[in-house]
């Protein structure tokens, strides 16, 4: 496609060009790490609990060994024996977490020994013969459940179910609830649910015992997981090597597979073979470790007659599952966004993360912001309702104007800049709302249930990690970095060093983009490699929506230094001051004099070749690295936990139209307009894509997808023929309207988009079935909404008026 | 393992191929593992998301449900098989490139293979139509929006005669 100039005036960025990655995907080349194939690896199948909680009395192993083709079976015995247990976010050192169960499994599905086998098939078939006696424990599967006093411990020594709990008061609230002139409280509860990636994780490893060097293919997106693997392998950090080259298969925060990790390297240089595990959709499901928030709300809201919005009272109880890990944490990054886009100038927050006797939890696409989104635009649905009011009217009431940026929310959190009423209006233009009230009106006079649903959502982005901190005082982690390495070779090419796997972002574009527009040379010549973490500068990986701030920023910081050492070297060969001097397409000229120039070929071979050309005090060779501390920083809390959390804050509001089949609760959504203001883009194509795939996941989580538990603490929805993922069918046309203001934080005005429109597509939706279901006088607040769920409040309506 | 085998003859992207495999080996398996053909991959194993799809005697299906063995004297066309005779990408793979049909290209292989599917029985599919024919092709990245600008901007283009 033919090249666009920019609105913004950039040479490249925010044009619409193709990305660096996509050929490879669609000839079928791209390199996940289930195409890692090592020279004589062999291959892991595991062998999971069945009981929801219970003690392990044997293991027998014999079997499985006299399979043919079966190298090994580790058990938990000897796996907890040779390595540490794995991080905890929170300060809970005695839930301790380990890829293979010793003593005590705590959820079905939990792995209790990995058989080692030529082929994954012969690995299945022994897995099978492996005989482990259990004995049957209490357990508990209902978060509220697991509060009581009495409940069963998922983890004895730590004394409590309760992971962490505190509440926050930030603001009067006491006094606003006492002088509002109106309180409504209701639940609001987000179900069990995940990103579920395509491709479920995959590790291998390899160790040489003549280097001491285990290297590790992962498909992984994860801060500190060389760290954490190596820590936990007992091993010093630069005898891991993991190989940030591999394509990862989808993850949206997901693949953070360390416990694979773990026994995997471990298995590597226990037996000196390569091996690898590739987890089944079952395996990934049940035993992954990858589910999401599953939280509900207690809000109160005070408000007054004039729909002004005084005061929340937030209690949310997120159920964890069977171990920590960061999950907790998840409670914690709403704190800088726990009034949404709104002035709401006092707030109680009360956080409870519990244990229950389920797969354990997972970050996931927005750290629980859309969990938090959710409850909040309900809570301004309902006021609407409360005060007949109409919901775009008092959201424009509460919304932040233009002119109060930076704005400084009441847990402690500045926004950065944002025109939240111009998004919302253009969104309103461009579905045109007067038409399609007409739209729902007509269908409920024809008597169909016709809903419209509004949102307006914030997304918190430049990942920093303010949450530990908060969560955790044990935790002094304020820095959280990424870094850019950019350099010029020989021959006059560019080539970017990334230092983490992409996994969809487009990151390599990026890069490539960003360097392009500092230097003034076609990205499309620029290459990008992956790092791995032995040769990587520090990173933190593509978490909270960070790499077009934090990634972007430091490249464009390593291409500016390259760019004053081209100045600096002409300068010193024209003999003048570097401001004389103009760069042009990466040539170097003296101001006003185009003939007096230096190109770019020749600067190239003056820094590789002619020191005697080169100003004294400049490295020769061509090459520079920045690394870049987030904008804002995280900061420390103050004692009631006030906290500058993520720097920068996109908007997003979604307006949706849904029509439910009374006889079958079917939802079918006919319009969907999403209004988007993420700052400058790099690159449209990617940033769309993203808000298109979070939408997605967004209906996946609002209509489908649950990680549904019988009372006997199974999951029953371990495979994609009852976990429900929307196809093409499902998800609608859906059209994006951009909008830009700038952040004053990042080198380009750009904000974060990784997490866009799963931060407000819940609560849209939600907002619009409850708008359907108006006018039989019932309501839903519990994600999803399944069809069954939606007919049963239809047909009690029905049942109702009969 | 003394595991028995069967001979199999299958044509794979225009080469003959020749192979003794177990019964239960599947076709998939085969394909990545033994031709080293990994464009094909494996999502749900269990015939739901269609990342495993390729063509067979030209018609899409999940090599994740079908044995090796049942592809015997069968003609099968992966991702790799998709591009022109010249190596080139076809018109529909540049589609893809062109709208960004894709993001993390885990399920790319399987779109493509059903969006083939879709043009070679369809040349003038309307939005329904393709999102019909994609319906048993999950994507978590992209929503699915321009997957389905990329296919009509491949039937466009391949209507006026690109290749």
């Known amino acids: ?802 | 393992m003394s595991e028995k085998l069967y001979s199999i003859s299958v044509e794979v992207n225009g080469v003959a191929r020749s192979a003794h495999v177990p019964a239960r080996l599947s076709l998939v398996d085969w394909l990545r593992d033994d031709l080293r053909l990994t464009g094909t991959h494996v999502g749900c194993e269990h015939g739901i998301c269609g990342a495993c799809s390729i063509m067979l005697d030209g018609e899409p299906v999940r090599s994740c449900l079908m044995y090796a063995v049942q592809a015997d004297g069968h003609r099968v066309t992966t991702v790799e098989g998709l591009a022109n005779p010249d190596g080139s990408m076809s018109v529909l793979q540049d589609s893809f490139c062109k709208c960004h049909a894709m993001q993390c290209g885990y399920c790319t292989p399987g779109m493509l293979i059903a969006a083939k599917g879709l043009l070679e029985a369809n040349r003038h599919p309307s939005d329904t139509e393709i999102r019909a024919a994609i319906g048993g092709n999950l994507c978590r990245c992209t929503g699915y929006q321009q997957i389905v600008d990329a296919i009509h901007d491949a039937a466009r283009r391949m209507a006026s005669g690109a290749k």
Request: glycine share 10%; net charge negative.
């Open chain 1, 1 to 802: 496609m033919a090249e666009e100039k920019s609105p913004s005036g950039f040479r490249y960025i925010g044009t619409k060009r193709r990305t660096k990655e996509d050929p490879r995907f669609v000839t079928g080349r791209g390199h996940y790490a289930a195409d890692i194939a090592l020279p004589g690896m062999k291959h892991i199948a595991l062998v999971a609990s069945p009981h929801p909680s219970a003690r392990i009395v044997s293991i027998n192993t014999k079997p499985a060994l006299a399979v043919p083709g079966v190298l090994y079976v580790l058990t938990g015995e000897e796996f907890q024996g040779g390595t540490d247990a794995l991080y905890v976010g929170v300060d809970a050192p005695k839930v301790t977490r380990y890829a293979l169960a010793r003593g005590i499994v705590r959820y079905a599905g939990e792995w209790v020994a990995a058989v080692v086998a030529d082929t994954r098939a012969i690995a299945e078939d022994a897995a099978e013969l492996v005989e482990v006696e259990y004995e049957s424990l209490p357990y508990v599967i209902d978060p509220e459940a697991a509060l009581a006093p009495d409940a069963h411990l998922v983890h004895k020594a730590h004394g409590s179910n309760v992971l962490y709990h505190r509440k926050f008061v930030w603001g009067p609230v006491e006094e606003a609830f006492a002088k509002a002139d109106h309180k409504l409280a209701f639940r609001a509860t987000w179900g069990r649910s995940s990103t579920v990636p395509i491709e479920t994780f995959g590790v291998a490893a390899q160790w040489d015992a003549g280097t001491g060097l285990l290297d590790i293919w992962a498909s992984i997106q994860m801060p500190k997981f060389p760290d954490q693997a190596a820590r936990a392998l007992k091993l010093p950090g630069n005898a891991v090597r993991v190989h940030f080259d591999v394509d990862v298969g989808g993850s949206y925060g997901l693949k953070r597979g360390i416990k694979h990790t773990v026994l995997v390297g471990f298995l590597a240089k226990r037996l000196g073979v390569p091996v690898r595990l590739i987890e089944d959709r079952l395996e990934n499901m049940r035993g992954g470790d990858m589910h999401g928030p599953d939280r509900f709300f207690d809000m109160q809201v005070a408000f007054d007659r004039d729909g002004t919005i005084r005061a929340l009272k937030i209690r949310a109880v997120d159920d964890v599952g069977a171990y920590a890990g960061r999950s907790p944490l998840q409670l914690g990054k709403p704190v800088g966004a726990i009034c949404g886009p709104y002035q709401i100038r006092a707030i109680e927050y009360e956080p409870t993360s519990v244990m229950t006797n389920k797969t354990p939890q997972e970050a996931v696409r927005g750290f629980g912001q859309a969990p938090t989104n959710f409850a909040l635009e309900r809570a301004m649905d309902r006021v609407a309702r409360y005060l007949k009011m109409d919901r775009i009217e008092l959201r424009r009431k509460n919304l932040i104007r233009k002119d109060q940026f930076p704005y400084l929310i009441p847990s402690g959190t500045s926004y950065d800049s944002g025109d939240y009423h111009a998004v919302l209006d253009k969104a309103l233009a461009a579905i045109d709302y007067p038409a399609l009230e007409r739209e729902r009106d007509e269908a409920r006079k024809a008597g169909r249930l016709a809903g419209i649903g509004i949102s307006t959502c914030l997304e918190p982005s430049g990942g920093n990690t303010s949450f530990e901190i908060l969560f955790n005082p044990k935790n002094e982690t304020t820095t959280w970095m990424d870094s850019c390495l950019v350099r010029v070779d020989l021959s006059g090419s560019i080539t970017g060093l990334m230092n983490t796997s992409s996994s969809g972002q487009g990151h390599e574009t990026l890069v490539s983009t960003v360097i392009g527009e500092v230097l003034e040379r076609d990205p499309a010549a620029i290459r990008v490699i992956h790092a791995d973490s032995l040769s990587a500068l520090p990173s933190n990986s593509p978490v909270g929506s960070r790499m077009a701030i934090m990634l972007g920023g430091a490249a464009a910081g390593a291409a500016r230094k390259i760019k004053d050492t081209l100045v600096a070297i002409a300068a010193h060969n024209f003999e003048c001051s570097p401001q004389d001097l103009e760069y042009r397409d990466g040539n170097v000229n003296v101001k006003g004099v185009p003939s007096k120039v230096l190109t770019w070929d020749q600067l190239v071979e003056i820094a590789h070749r002619k020191y005697h050309q080169m100003p004294p005090g400049i490295e020769p060779g061509l090459q520079a690295k920045f690394v870049w501390e987030v904008p804002t920083g995280p900061t420390v809390p103050t004692p009631d936990g006030r906290v500058q959390m993520y720097p920068c804050y996109s908007f997003e509001t979604h307006i949706v139209y849904v029509e439910i089949d009374p006889d079958t609760g079917k939802p079918s959504l006919k319009r969907y307009v999403c209004g988007h203001d993420c700052g400058v883009m790099i690159n449209p194509d990617i940033v769309h894509g993203m808000t298109y795939g979070g939408i997605a996941h967004g209906i996946g989580a609002s209509l489908y997808e649950k990680f549904a538990y019988t009372e006997d603490g199974q999951l029953a929805s371990g495979t994609f023929m009852d976990y429900l993922i929307p196809s093409a069918m499902e998800v609608p046309d859906i059209h994006i309207v951009d909008h830009c203001t700038p952040s004053p934080l990042t080198t380009f005005g750009q904000k974060g988009s990784g997490e866009a429109g799963y931060l407000g597509a819940p609560a849209a939706i939600a907002n619009a079935v409850n708008d359907a279901l108006d006018p039989l006088g019932v309501s839903i607040d519990t994600l999803p909404m399944s069809h069954l769920a939606l007919w049963e409040r239809i047909s009690s309506a029905a049942k109702k008026s009969a």
